[in-house]
T-cell receptor
Framework: GQQLNQSPQSMFIQEGEDVSMNCTSSSIFNTWLWYKQDPGEGPVLLIALYKAGELTSNGRLTAQFGITRKDSFLNISASIPSDVGIYFCAGLGGYNQGGKLIFGQGTELSVKP | GAGVSQTPSNKVTEKGKYVELRCDPISGHTALYWYRQSLGQGPEFLIYFQGTGAADDSGLPNDRFFAVRPEGSVSTLKIQRTERGDSAVYLC????????????FGEGSRLTVL
């Protein structure tokens, strides 16, 4: 089945540093999304990308939809302690895929004050 | 409340028992989804409803798993003859309409099968 590979699996950074994580797939997706999950909570949508090559920002977050439609990256600038959590990429195959999001394994981010 | 509500938040049961997990989506959201999340993994798709009907149930692992949404709002995920491998957090999500991927998740129901 479809799988997404996220890297790195975990990151330990100093407050104020920039962060970059990415996601690759063997299959093409028509939509890429990035979610963040805090302990004991459900994932929360950060950014949605709908067009190949699209670059979108949301505050300190920037994400890109790869031109091949098989990858995406997420950057966080000037990290702060509340950025701690698990970041998931997710891909959606197309209109006929409905809500069948395929999630990556997650990147766990730790920020040292 | 304004968000997706799931009950129970925690359920401990014995192998072989029957379990029901409930999801109350955001009012007005026509699409509802069930995902399963094991420790250290991303959410895994189970089933997607558009209104009352299951639009895609391809993620249900076997016939012990069943979900309903009889009035197009609240949904129940039903697991028969539970096995230890069913232990996971079961996440429900809703969206205003399907096929965008923009889901609002509940906090999940943590199921432990002893």
């Amino acid at each position: 089945g479809q799988q997404l590979n996220q890297s790195p699996q975990s990151m330990f950074i100093q407050e104020g540093e920039d962060v970059s994580m990415n996601c690759t797939s063997s299959s093409i997706f028509n939509t890429w999304l990035w979610y963040k999950q805090d302990p004991g909570e459900g994932p929360v949508l950060l950014i949605a990308l709908y067009k190949a090559g699209e670059l979108t920002s949301n505050g300190r977050l920037t994400a890109q939809f790869g031109i091949t439609r098989k990858d995406s990256f997420l950057n966080i600038s000037a990290s702060i302690p509340s950025d701690v959590g698990i970041y998931f990429c997710a891909g959606l195959g197309g209109y006929n895929q409905g809500g069948k999001l395929i999630f990556g394994q997650g990147t766990e981010l730790s920020v040292k004050p | 409340g304004a968000g997706v509500s799931q009950t129970p938040s925690n359920k401990v049961t014995e192998k072989g028992k029957y379990v029901e997990l409930r999801c109350d989506p955001i009012s007005g959201h026509t699409a509802l989804y069930w995902y399963r999340q094991s420790l250290g993994q991303g959410p895994e798709f189970l089933i997607y409803f558009q209104g009352t009907g299951a639009a895609d149930d391809s993620g249900l692992p076997n016939d012990r798993f069943f979900a309903v949404r009889p009035e197009g709002s609240v949904s129940t995920l039903k697991i028969q003859r539970t096995e230890r491998g069913d232990s996971a957090v079961y996440l429900c999500a809703s969206s205003f309409q399907g096929h965008t991927g923009e889901l609002f998740f509940g906090e999940g129901s943590r199921l432990t099968v002893l």
